[in-house]
């Protein structure tokens, strides 16, 4: 059997040993004589399943007490709708932060809520460079400010916490949570679909401060309420088990690799890597973005045609690199980079693009 270097956006590549090790599971988990997937999410076996994963979760992020640890069925884009719901009143102020496709989606995903306040859109730019912070409309009595951490599909992050005042920070963490440390307590309300780092698509998770659990929102159904899934431990009603297991395996392998620290360190060796693969390239590899928020996790770049994109993601595919076709919003490459995806995965990568080049450029 081989695995190839997988570079999939998400669902991404995981660590073989945590699934090696869900396949030993499968059948017996942990001599229960069934799998973790076939018993009750009450039964004390899945408990202390899900409650080890929220443990690691936290020592992993350093997420603080005062925060609340959600995970909730479905993906990033339910909780772009959930958000406005919980946090905001029908037809209060939210301010929005675009850099890229999916803070697109989530300007949808609020608008039938909430009175978006597009505070900064870098669209006209192409998605190339993140607004200046100084020059962000911000609404004073907003009910929170949303900002997307890592844009997956246009290759730019936020290098620093960006300063919206008392307003609450929410951000969109769902391609680089873990990825790095982070100081939780600059947010109001962290999110991500698990499906990048953490583990596998079906669950997403909600760090959220425990005070805005009390403001009041919207009329909601309390399956649509945040309160009530933190005082139910997120077990409502029947939560995605297996993704919840998976995501346990995946955290507790990044804690024994070395943690965030450790991660940070690999991924900024890692993005460098293919960085200086591109810019080295006398123009045939390209990539836009302003270098001070190019994406560790997204490399998004262009070969000279469409014509030559399309067979680099042939070829490379043939020599085990694979899922590297640009998302249609773009086209293109994208190289994801997650923290599953080792230094020789993109050492590989750039020695093909070296070698493509070689022969077409
Ligand atoms: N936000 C970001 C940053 C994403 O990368 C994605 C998915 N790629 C989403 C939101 C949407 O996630 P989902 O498909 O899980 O709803």
Not at 89 to 118: E, I, M
Not at 303 to 327: C, N, Q, W, Y
Request: proline share 5%; no cysteine.
């Amino acid at each position: 059997m081989t695995r190839a270097f997988n570079f999939s956006a998400g669902p991404a590549t995981l660590p073989e040993s945590v699934l090696r090790q869900a396949q030993a599971e499968m059948l017996d988990w942990n001599g229960v004589g069934a799998s973790i997937v076939e018993i009750s999410h009450r039964s004390a076996e899945f408990i202390a399943v899900a409650a080890q994963a929220e443990a690691d979760l936290r020592q992993l992020v350093g997420i603080p007490d005062d925060y609340a640890v959600l995970f909730l069925a479905g993906g990033a884009t339910t909780q772009q709708a959930l958000l406005p719901l919980n946090l905001a009143g029908a037809g209060q102020p939210v301010d929005y932060v675009v850099t890229g496709h999916w803070g697109k989606t989530a300007v949808k995903q609020a608008r039938p809520y909430a009175a978006v306040n597009l505070a900064a859109d870098g669209e006209a730019g192409g998605f190339t460079d993140i607004p200046a912070a100084s020059q962000w409309r911000l609404t004073r009595e907003a009910a929170y400010v949303h900002l997307t951490a890592n844009e997956t599909i246009h290759g730019i992050e936020f290098r620093e916490v960006p300063e919206v005042g008392a307003v609450p920070l929410v951000a969109d963490f769902s391609s680089s949570i873990a990825s790095e440390p982070i100081d939780v307590s600059r947010y109001g309300v962290i999110y991500a679909g698990a499906q990048k780092n953490l583990g596998p698509v079906g669950i997403s998770v909600v760090i959220i401060r425990r005070d805005l659990l009390e403001r009041a929102g919207q009329a909601r159904a309390d399956i649509f309420d945040y309160r009530a899934h933190a005082a139910r431990d997120s077990m409502l009603n029947t939560p995605p088990t297996w993704n919840w297991y998976l995501l346990g395996l995946t955290v507790k392998w990044m804690l024994a690799q070395g943690g965030v620290a450790e991660f940070a360190r690999r991924n900024a060796a890692k993005a460098a890597l293919l960085y200086a693969a591109i810019d080295g390239s006398g123009g045939f590899y390209r990539n836009s973005v302003a270098p001070a928020v190019r994406s560790r996790m997204n490399v998004p770049f262009f070969l000279p045609s469409t014509e030559m994109d399309a067979r680099f993601v042939a070829e490379a595919g043939k020599a085990g690199l694979i899922a590297l076709k640009g998302h249609k919003a773009v086209g293109g490459i994208r190289a994801s980079l997650y923290n599953a995806m080792p230094l020789e995965g993109v050492q590989a990568l750039v020695a093909f693009m070296h070698d493509f080049q070689q022969r077409n450029g």
